[in-house]
Structure formats: C-alpha cells, structure tokens
C-alpha cells in the first residue's frame, strides 16, 4: 500500500498512522508517478485537484486554466490528499470515514491521539479531581 501525501500534513499523519503497513510518499520531493496521476483523474475527476490549497490561490488565471494532469505534473502539492493506493491497487482520495470504512481501519483506532489518558488504581481509573490536581500549577502574586 502507498500514501502519497506531505509530510507536514495533518490528515496524512493520521492515514499514516492508521494503515502502518502504508509507504509514504512525500508528492513534495517524489512526486506521483504520470500513470498513477491518469488513473486518480479518471476516478476522482477535478475532485483530485485542491482547488483551497496556497498553492491554488498563487497561480494566476492562465495556470488554473491548464489541463489538471498538467498542473498536477507542474504543482504535486495541488493533488487533494492524501491518495491511498491499495495493495490490489484501488485508488482511495481523502481521509473520510467512507475511506477509512472501505479500507477496515477502526475509527477508534485514528481517534486515540485525541483521548485524554485515563490513569487507573486497583479500584478503577482514578477520580476526576485527583487526576486534575496532579496537573494544577499554582502561580504566587
């Protein structure tokens, strides 16, 4: 499986650390190979190109205007992300819950970098105030 994405962005992170077995490619420094580019707009259409980019809103009118292939060969960084390529080599777009479904990653799974960590005793997790007061910094006036 490939995950062609930026290293510094967020929702390739998160597919990232979802799909360990994935190889990340950076469209940055590697780029995506042309056929891979032709298969993704045949699937995805002008859906591929991120039309909200920086990227986007530098190019003047007669860039915009140029076939997406193109433009896609030109600016990597316009491909929408991050483009998942399967190990059978279905081509998935984005970070969605139909992506992330369709690839059996568990929701919970891309989710626990948010959750607060619980810490337990013998008993059961610890009470709310005891964990919130190991955390309290108290300031002098």
Excluded: Y
């Excluded at 995805?44 to 190109?49: E, K, P």
């Excluded at 491909?79 to 139909?98: C, N, V, Y």
């Amino acid at each position: 499986m490939r995950l062609f994405g930026l290293k510094n962005c967020d929702t390739c992170r998160k597919a990232l650390k979802s799909l360990p077995d994935a190889r990340f490619i950076d469209v940055r420094s590697d780029g995506v190979p042309e056929e891979l580019l032709v298969s993704a707009l045949d699937q995805f259409g002008d859906a591929l190109l991120n039309t909200r980019s920086t990227t986007w809103r530098g190019l003047d009118q007669n860039e915009r205007a140029e076939p997406p292939l193109d433009l896609l060969k030109k600016h990597p960084t316009l491909m929408k992300r991050p483009l998942i390529e399967s190990h059978d080599g279905q081509l998935f777009l984005g970070w969605t819950a139909e992506v992330r479904s369709a690839l059996n990653v568990d929701r919970a799974t891309t989710d626990q970098a948010r959750r607060p960590m619980i810490r337990s005793t013998e008993s059961g997790p610890a009470p709310l105030t005891t964990m919130m007061s190991s955390t309290v910094i108290h300031s002098r006036r």
